[in-house]
C-alpha cells in the first residue's frame, strides 16, 4: 500500500506516544477505558497505541482523511429532530461525526456483555409474549397492569395477536460505572436505530486502519447481519418471502440507515403508500400489479402502522395491517406492540420478572429505579429526591416532565418542590433513577487524545439458533465532560467498537459462497411508488437540460459581437420560452440577460435550473437506495454550481460558464445512468420520463423557432437547442434552412436528439414493462406509442407545420398520462382523505 | 325499558370514490344491564370484504372495504334493545376516593374491564393541569367518590354551555375547557381529563339516550342524536358507574350503550379513510323510540 511507511524507530514511536497521551487526565471517580486507575494504559489498547504510533502525523492525517471521505461519499447523514423542511428532504441532513478513535473491549469482557444483552433479550422477548398472551406475570403479583397501560406503546388491538409483541431486533443502551460493572441504561425494542450506522462506522475506520483489524483480530460484524436476516426469513411461511423495509420516509432521522441497511440486506425499502391491504394480506404495488409483502421489518412506531385501528393521524401505515397481524397473514418484526417494554417503570421489576421467567439472575444490572406508583417507593424516592434523578414512567407521560429525566440536585429549591408535588399527586407518572457516572474513552483532538463520556448501543438479534449479539456496537460520544448518564442525549460523536479476539478471526460477509449463489439477472419487484420517483426524476432532469441549453443559446447571443441578421427575433423567442415554462420572470425592465440569469439562479421561479435541480434531488432522495453515489453526488454538485452567492452579480461570460458546467454534470449523470445502472424496470422508468420530456420540449422548439417565416437565426437556435448542430453541418454545406432542418430535428430516427429517436425508444421501452391484462389486449401506454410511432415514421418534412407538432407533442403527454394512470400509485393512493364528522 | 334504535349515516361524495375502508362501531354492546334483542347493520354499496369482530375493549366493531366506485356510502344500523340497569349505589357510600384510586393503580388484571386502562392520558385527553384544578375542587379528602364525581358533574352541566356550533370532533380539550362551552363529546373528555388528573380510572362510552319530547309536540323523525358520557370505576364492588355531564345525571335506564374505551378515538361510530380526490357530505339521522 502507499501509505505504507518504514517502520519509525523506537525513538519516534516514544516521542509520538508521550505526545499523542500528555495530559489525558480521567476524570475523578470515573471509569477510564483508555488508562487504569493505576495511570497505567490498560493493556489491550496497547497494540492500538503502537499502530497509531508508527504513523508520522502526516500519514495519520491522509488515513483520517480517508475514513472521513468514505463518510462524505457514501453519503452517511443523520437529521436532528424538529430540523425539517418538506420541499427540501435534504435540508437539514447532517455529515456524520465519526470520532477517529474506536472503543477497544476485550473478547473476555465482551462475553459477559453479550451474554447480559443476549439473557435480556430473551427475558424482554418472553415478557412480551406473555403480556400480549396469557398475562401470567400481571396475574400473579411481579408487574402491575398499570406498569403495562401506562405506556402509549400498549397497543390493545394486538392484544392476543400472533407475533403482537414479537421481538426480533433489541438494542441496550449500556454505561460503565465507576466500578467498571456494565449498567443498562435504557431497553430499545420499538424500532432500534443504530446497527447500520455501526456498520457504516466499520467500514470507515476499516478504510483508515486495514491493517489493525487484521494485526489486532477485531470481531466482524456481518455474520451478524447474516442471523438478523435468517431470523427474518424464518418467521415467513413462504421458503423465499418477500421482505420489506417500512420507513417513515426521508424526513425521518435516520432515513440514510434505513436506505442503506436495505440495500446492505436486499429487503425492499417501502414507504406506507406502498402497501395495500386484500383480502386479509398485505401486498406492494408494483408495476407488475399487487405483491405480496411477506415480512415487515418496520422503522415506524408501531402506534403508527394502521390508521384504522392505531392511530388514525398517522400517514405513514397501512390501513387495516392489524387485522392482517391477528390473520397471522404477515409477520412484521419487532412486532407492533413491543415498544411496551420499553418504559423506565418497567425497569423496576425486572431483576424479579428475571427470576421468575428464566429462573436466573441478570447478568447485567439496570440503573436502580423505583416506580412511584407503588406507595413505598415512592415514599422512599421523595425521602431521597437530592441523591436521585426523577425521569418520565414512560414515553410522553404527562406532568410536564417529557422533556426527559432531571437531576434533582440541579433544581431551584422552588423547582424541587413543584417536581416533589407532581410526584406526589401523580407518582405512577415517574420513576427515580439512581444518578450513573459514565465512563470515559479516549477521543482525539488537538493532536492529542482527550477523555469523554460513553455510552454504547448494543444489539442483539432473534435468529434460528437463539439470541445473537454483534459483536460490536454504536459508541456515542458526548462533547460535554460531564460525566453524568442524563447529560447525554443524543451524544455529538459516535465511534466504531472493537471487540478484540484471542485468535484469528472469522471472514464472513453477506455475500453467499459462489456455489450456493442462484443466478438471477432483473433484481426483485419495482415498486410503483419508486417507479413513479425515477419517471420523474428522468423528467426533472431533461427539463433541467432544455433550460440550461436555452440559457446557453441566449448568452451565446448575447456574448457574440458580430449580429446576424434576425438576432433580436431570436433573443426575444428564446426569452419567450424561458418565461413561457417558469424560468424567467416576463414583463417590463427584464432584460434577455436578467431573464438567463433568473433561469439559472432564481429559486422564487419553478421552472429555473435551480429549482428543477432542486426537484430532482428530492425525487432522488426518496429513492436513494436505487442510485449510485457516484450519481447521488452529482446532485450535490449542481446543485451547488447553480446556487448564486448572496448579492453576487455574475457576468453574461460567467453565467455563460455556469450553464456549460452544469450540463457537464448532468452528462455525467447520463453517462452514469447508461453505463453503470442495470436495465431493470427501474432504469426503464428514468428513461422514459427522459425521452418523454426530450420529446416534449423538442416539440415546443420546433414550435418556436421552425416557422416558415423564421429567420434563419431562429433556425441556427434550434440547432443549437438540440445539440444538432454538428450533424447539420456535416450534412448540408449551405446554412439552415427550414425542411432539412425539421427533419433532423423531428424525425431523424438515427439523430439522438430528434423527436422520432425519442418515440422510437420510448416504443421499445415500454414493450418491455409487465403487462397486467392476461387476454392479450394491449394496454394504454403501448397502444398509445405504437400509434404515435405510426405517425412518425410516415410523417414527411415538408408537410410538418404548428399544428402537426403541435400534434406530436399531444400525444407524448397522453403517454406520460397513460403511464402515471397505469403505473403510478396516484389513483389507488396515497390513502386519501378520511371520513370526518360524529356519526 | 326496551328500544328501537335507528342509526343512518350518509356520506355523499361530490365524485365517485374508488376505493375505501371503514371501521364502523355502531352496533349497542350487550353487557352491563343490556342485552341486544336483534341488531343488524346494512351498507350500500354492499362491501367487497366485510369482517365482524369484536374490539379490545369488547364492542362490536365491523371493518369493511369497498373496492367499486361510489358517490353515496350509507350505513344503517336497526337494533333493539332491552336495558335493565342494577339501580346505582347511594354516593356517600361509596369507597373515598383516594383509596379508589390507589386499588386501580395496584389492580392485577389487563382485562377489558380493568380500570387499569383508564388511569392515564390518551389521545384525545391529555393531561391538563388547569382541569385538574377544576375538577379537585369537587374532591375534598376522603370524600366518598361518586358524590364527589357528582357534583364535578353538576357544575360541568351548570358551568358549560351547550352549544353544537362551537365545537368539532377535532376540537382540542383545552379549548372546550377554557371556553367553558361544546358538545356532549367536549363534556365527557373534559370530566375525563379531571378524573384521570387526580388518578382515577375514567372511560369515555358512546350510545344513544332517550330524548322525551316537549309536552303537547310530537316526537319528530330522526331527529335524536348520539350520545356520549363518562364511567367512572368506584371500587371493586361498585365497579363501574356512568355519569351524563351533558345532563347531570347518573346514569340508569335512559341511556343506552354502543361502545366504550379511554376516549372517543377508542369508540369513533365510523371512521375511515377513502381514496379519491373531491369533498364529502356527511348526514346523520337517529331514532330511538321507547317500545315498553
Known amino acids: 500500500m502507499a501509505l505504507q511507511s518504514r517502520s519509525p524507530s523506537v525513538r519516534t514511536r516514544t516521542e509520538r506516544r508521550n505526545a499523542l497521551l500528555a495530559g489525558y487526565r480521567p476524570l475523578p471517580g470515573v471509569h477510564d477505558e483508555l488508562v487504569g486507575p493505576d495511570g497505567q494504559i490498560r493493556p489491550h489498547w496497547e497494540p492500538f497505541l503502537s499502530e497509531w504510533c508508527a504513523l508520522s502525523p502526516d500519514e495519520l492525517t491522509q488515513r483520517f482523511g480517508l475514513a472521513d471521505r468514505h463518510v462524505h461519499d457514501t453519503g452517511v447523514s443523520y437529521r436532528v429532530h424538529g430540523d425539517i423542511d418538506p420541499r427540501d428532504p435534504t435540508a437539514g441532513e447532517r455529515a456524520w461525526p465519526l470520532s477517529h478513535v474506536p472503543l477497544v473491549i476485550t473478547g473476555a469482557e465482551w462475553q459477559t456483555i453479550a451474554a447480559g444483552v443476549a439473557q435480556r433479550a430473551d427475558l424482554l422477548s418472553r415478557l412480551l409474549d406473555d403480556i400480549y398472551g396469557p398475562g401470567e406475570m400481571i396475574a400473579n403479583g411481579l408487574l402491575p397492569a398499570s406498569v403495562v397501560t401506562g405506556s402509549p406503546d400498549y397497543l390493545r388491538p394486538l392484544q392476543g395477536a400472533p407475533g403482537g409483541g414479537a421481538l426480533q431486533l433489541y438494542a441496550a443502551d449500556l454505561g460503565r460505572g465507576p466500578d467498571g460493572r456494565w449498567w443498562v441504561l435504557q431497553d430499545r425494542t420499538q424500532a432500534p436505530s443504530g446497527a447500520g450506522y455501526a456498520l457504516e462506522n466499520r467500514l470507515a475506520l476499516s478504510r483508515a486502519f486495514p491493517d489493525m483489524f487484521r494485526t489486532m483480530n477485531i470481531e466482524r460484524l456481518a455474520a451478524f447481519f447474516q442471523g438478523f436476516r435468517a431470523g427474518l426469513v424464518a418467521r415467513s411461511k413462504r421458503v423465499e418471502p418477500r421482505i420489506c423495509l417500512l420507513t417513515p420516509g426521508p424526513l425521518n432521522e435516520s432515513y440514510f440507515e434505513q436506505t442503506y441497511l436495505a440495500r446492505y440486506l436486499g429487503f425492499l425499502l417501502v414507504e406506507g403508500g406502498d402497501l395495500v391491504m386484500r383480502e386479509g394480506r398485505v401486498h406492494v404495488r408494483t408495476i407488475a400489479g399487487l405483491k405480496r409483502a411477506d415480512v415487515i421489518w418496520r422503522r415506524i412506531d408501531g402506534d403508527f402502522a394502521d390508521p384504522l385501528e392505531l392511530n388514525a393521524s398517522s400517514a405513514l401505515g397501512v390501513a387495516g395491517l392489524v387485522q392482517a397481524v391477528r390473520k397471522g397473514s404477515v409477520h412484521i418484526a419487532n412486532g407492533l406492540g413491543s415498544g411496551v417494554v420499553e418504559a423506565r417503570a418497567l425497569m423496576s421489576f425486572l431483576p424479579a420478572l428475571g427470576e421468575k421467567i428464566l429462573g436466573e439472575e441478570m447478568i447485567l444490572p439496570n440503573v436502580a429505579t423505583w416506580w412511584c406508583g407503588q406507595p413505598r417507593e415512592r415514599a422512599d424516592v421523595l425521602s431521597r429526591l437530592d441523591e436521585m434523578s426523577i425521569a418520565p414512567a414512560f414515553r410522553s407521560a404527562g406532568g410536564g416532565l417529557d422533556t426527559g429525566p432531571v437531576v434533582a440536585a440541579d433544581l431551584s429549591a422552588e423547582q424541587r418542590e413543584a417536581l416533589r408535588a407532581r410526584v406526589e399527586a401523580r407518582g405512577m407518572d415517574y420513576v427515580g433513577q439512581e444518578v450513573v457516572r459514565l465512563s470515559t474513552t479516549p477521543v482525539f483532538q488537538n493532536g492529542r487524545l482527550q477523555p469523554r463520556p460513553m455510552t454504547l448501543r448494543v444489539f442483539a438479534a432473534a435468529t434460528p439458533d437463539g439470541w445473537k449479539v454483534m459483536p460490536g456496537g454504536f459508541c456515542r460520544i458526548s462533547d460535554e465532560p460531564d460525566a453524568r448518564a442524563v447529560s447525554l442525549r443524543s451524544g455529538v460523536r459516535s465511534s466504531d467498537v472493537w471487540v478484540t479476539s484471542d485468535g484469528p478471526v472469522d471472514h464472513v460477509t453477506l455475500l453467499p459462497t459462489p456455489d450456493r449463489i442462484p443466478i438471477r439477472r432483473i433484481t426483485g419487484t419495482l415498486p410503483s411508488r419508486a417507479a413513479d420517483n425515477l419517471f420523474w426524476l428522468g423528467r426533472y432532469l431533461e427539463r433541467t437540460e432544455a433550460t440550461l441549453r436555452l440559457v446557453r443559446a441566449l448568452l451565446g447571443r448575447l456574448i457574440d459581437t458580430d449580429p446576424t441578421q434576425g438576432r433580436n427575433e431570436t433573443l426575444r423567442r428564446l426569452a419567450h420560452l424561458l418565461v413561457s415554462w417558469g424560468a424567467s420572470p416576463g414583463g417590463r425592465g427584464q432584460t434577455p440577460a436578467s431573464q438567463a440569469s433568473a433561469a439559472l439562479h432564481a429559486l422564487d421561479q419553478y421552472g429555473s435550473a435551480i429549482s428543477t435541480t432542486r426537484e430532482a434531488r428530492r425525487t432522488a432522495s426518496v429513492i436513494r437506495e436505487r442510485l449510485s453515489v457516484d450519481a447521488w453526488r452529482l446532485f450535490g454538485d449542481m446543485q451547488q454550481q447553480l446556487t448564486l452567492g448572496e448579492g453576487r452579480k455574475p457576468s453574461e461570460g460567467e453565467a455563460y460558464e455556469t450553464a456549460d458546467r452544469a450540463l457537464k454534470s448532468l452528462a455525467a449523470f447520463s453517462g452514469l445512468s447508461q453505463e453503470n445502472m442495470v436495465r431493470g424496470p427501474g432504469w426503464r422508468f428514468l428513461d422514459i420520463g427522459r425521452r418523454l420530456e426530450r420529446g416534449i420540449a423538442t416539440c415546443r422548439f420546433a414550435r418556436h423557432f421552425a416557422e416558415t417565416t423564421a429567420p434563419s437565426d431562429a433556425l441556427d437556435a434550434l440547432l443549437d437547442l438540440t445539440d444538432s448542430q454538428i450533424t447539420y453541418r456535416s450534412r448540408y454545406l449551405l446554412g439552415a434552412s427550414l425542411q432539412p432542418v425539421l427533419d433532423l430535428v423531428m424525425l431523424d430516427p438515427f439523430n439522438p436528439r430528434s423527436v422520432a429517436f425519442q418515440i422510437d425508444r420510448l416504443d421499445t421501452e415500454i414493450r418491455d414493462l409487465p403487462s397486467l391484462t392476461e387476454d392479450g389486449m394491449l394496454e394504454a401506454p403501448r397502444r398509445l406509442i405504437l400509434k404515435l410511432a405510426a405517425e412518425c415514421r410516415t410523417a414527411e418534412a415538408s408537410r410538418l407545420d404548428r399544428t402537426s407538432i403541435l400534434l406530436f407533442e399531444q400525444l407524448l403527454m397522453g403517454v406520460s398520462s397513460a403511464i402515471a394512470d397505469r403505473y403510478f400509485l396516484q389513483n389507488s393512493g396515497p390513502e386519501g382523505s378520511r371520513l370526518t364528522g360524529i356519526a | ?292
Not at chain 2, 375514567?202 to 364511567?231: C, F, N, Q
Request: include cysteine; charged fraction near 25%; glycine fraction near 8%.
Open chain 2, 1 to 292: 325499558m326496551i328500544y328501537d334504535v335507528r342509526h343512518i349515516t350518509t356520506y355523499g361524495y361530490s365524485r365517485p370514490v374508488p376505493f375505501a375502508r371503514c371501521i364502523l362501531r355502531l352496533q349497542p354492546r350487550d353487557d352491563g344491564g343490556q342485552s341486544v334483542q336483534r341488531s343488524e347493520l346494512i351498507v350500500t354499496p354492499r362491501p367487497a370484504e366485510r369482517v365482524d369482530d369484536i374490539c379490545f375493549f369488547g364492542n362490536r366493531m365491523t371493518t369493511l372495504t369497498i373496492s367499486k366506485p361510489h358517490r353515496e356510502l350509507k350505513v344503517e344500523m336497526r337494533a333493539r334493545v332491552e336495558v335493565r340497569r342494577t339501580p346505582p349505589p347511594f354516593p356517600g357510600l361509596t369507597r373515598h376516593w383516594e383509596a379508589v384510586g390507589a386499588l386501580a393503580l395496584a389492580s392485577d388484571s389487563l382485562a377489558p374491564d380493568s380500570p387499569a386502562h383508564h388511569l392515564y392520558p390518551s389521545r384525545l385527553v391529555p393531561p391538563v393541569s388547569a382541569v385538574t384544578d377544576y375538577a379537585r375542587q369537587s374532591f375534598a379528602p376522603q370524600r366518598p367518590v361518586l358524590e364527589a364525581a357528582s357534583e364535578l358533574m353538576g357544575r360541568i352541566r351548570r358551568e358549560f354551555t351547550y352549544d353544537p356550533e362551537a365545537t368539532e370532533v377535532s376540537t382540542p380539550l383545552e379549548e372546550a375547557f377554557r371556553e367553558r362551552h361544546g358538545v356532549c363529546q367536549d363534556f365527557a373528555h373534559v370530566m375525563i381529563a379531571g378524573l384521570r388528573g387526580l388518578g382515577l380510572p375514567a372511560a369515555y362510552v358512546s350510545g344513544y339516550i332517550r330524548t322525551i319530547p316537549p309536552p303537547g309536540e310530537k316526537r319528530l323523525e330522526g331527529a335524536d342524536a348520539s350520545h356520549a358520557w363518562v364511567m367512572l370505576w368506584c371500587g371493586p364492588e361498585t365497579g363501574w358507574i356512568g355519569l351524563d355531564p351533558t345532563n347531570d345525571l347518573i346514569v340508569a335506564d335512559d341511556h343506552i350503550v354502543t361502545a366504550f374505551g379511554r376516549d372517543y378515538a377508542d369508540v369513533s361510530p365510523l371512521d375511515g379513510v377513502v381514496i379519491g380526490p373531491g369533498s364529502q357530505k356527511i348526514g346523520i339521522a337517529v331514532d330511538v323510540i321507547p317500545v315498553g
